[in-house]
């Protein structure tokens, strides 16, 4: 039994070094798996519709939500290039003296302080620094460069696009054929457990991940609304990229913040810093604080606790732990990740005191 037993260890191996071979089609089938997951109550819905005495198949309701998946991500696609393209732009147009100038005195000010503490060489200076700075990031050959590299992308893009929409289908089609999947895989002896990992896993993380979602689509409106309210004109486009932000946990309001202090002023430049950029970047900052306390008391808790059944100081801990690991991909995959391994947990080492205590809202 024992060599048994030891004989999984270089088929464990195996199927690691598979998996990381072809990590590019392991993540388009788990991108499909989470798509799938967030398609599923559609297709149910439209395979319960009559009409008259013929009723929608799930092969058709798979591909009806299929298509309205790919048309809300197109219609995403096209309302945000423009608007990136046309902020691009501006930032190629900038006057870096202009800009120089207008933070002028806030410079001088860190200067006296910098040369106070021998932070700088007395040769050296902080405007200097950043126009240099400056005028390579917004010069329009570097804003070319970029539009280039992300033609060359475009390709590979469409590649995974047409994998994970094709893969999507037939989750959407068959609910069951990831769990089949698994099950093939999967030893007999452990099939039980598998199983109920599975459908556990399933029903927990189908819950976050449309938390998830509503949550990110409400901060987006929430944001923009605030942003066309204290006036900035690129709202619509710091609401849609600070909301993306908050699916990375704690660390994404921060992040989000510095985009739309960014984009807010750079449509403002010709403002007085005191008199103009300040006040705005007060405003700015207000605005995200109140929604982000909103998203704090009312939205999060129920995502990133209730959802899946964990302690908030638990999930705390478990982001800090995955984000010093593997950084900002490490903290959006905290929360899915250690609900798989607690559910794994409990199934197989349940009678540990300790994972009895980490798994214990998991029987609720």
Known sequence: MQTKKLLYIPLLLIIGFFMWYFSSIITYILIAAVLSILGQPLVKRLSNIKIRKHSFSRSLGAVITLLLMI???????????????????????????ILSNSFKEPIGLIENFVYKYNIIGPNETIETT???????????????????????????FFVAFFAISFITFFFLKDDKMFLHIIMSLTPI????????????????????????????LIVMTLITIGMYIIGLKNALIIGVLAGMMNVIPYVGVFIG????????????????????????????????????????IFLQPTIYSNSVKAHPLEIFLVIMVSGSIAGIPGMILAIPSYTVLRIIAKEFFGKFTAIKKLTEKLED
Do not use: W
């Open 71 to 97: 048309s809300l991500f197109f219609a995403l696609f096209l309302l945000l290039v423009p608007i990136i393209y046309n902020q691009a732009a501006l930032f190629s147009k900038i006057d870096v003296n």
């Open 189 to 216: 002896a452990y099939q039980t457990e598998i199983k109920h990992i599975f459908l556990e896993c399933k029903h927990l993380l189908s819950h976050y991940f449309r938390s998830l979602c509503l949550d990110v």
């Open 130 to 156: 950043i126009s240099t700075k400056l005028m390579t990031i917004m010069s329009l050959s570097n804003v070319s460069s970029i539009l280039n590299s992300l033609i060359g992308f475009t390709s590979s």
């Open 257 to 296: 913040g510095a985009i739309a202090i960014l984009l807010g002023l750079s449509g403002n430049l010709e403002m007085d810093f005191y008199t103009g950029m300040l006040p705005l970047i007060g405003k700015i900052c207000l605005v995200l604080i109140s929604i982000n306390i909103l998203d704090g």
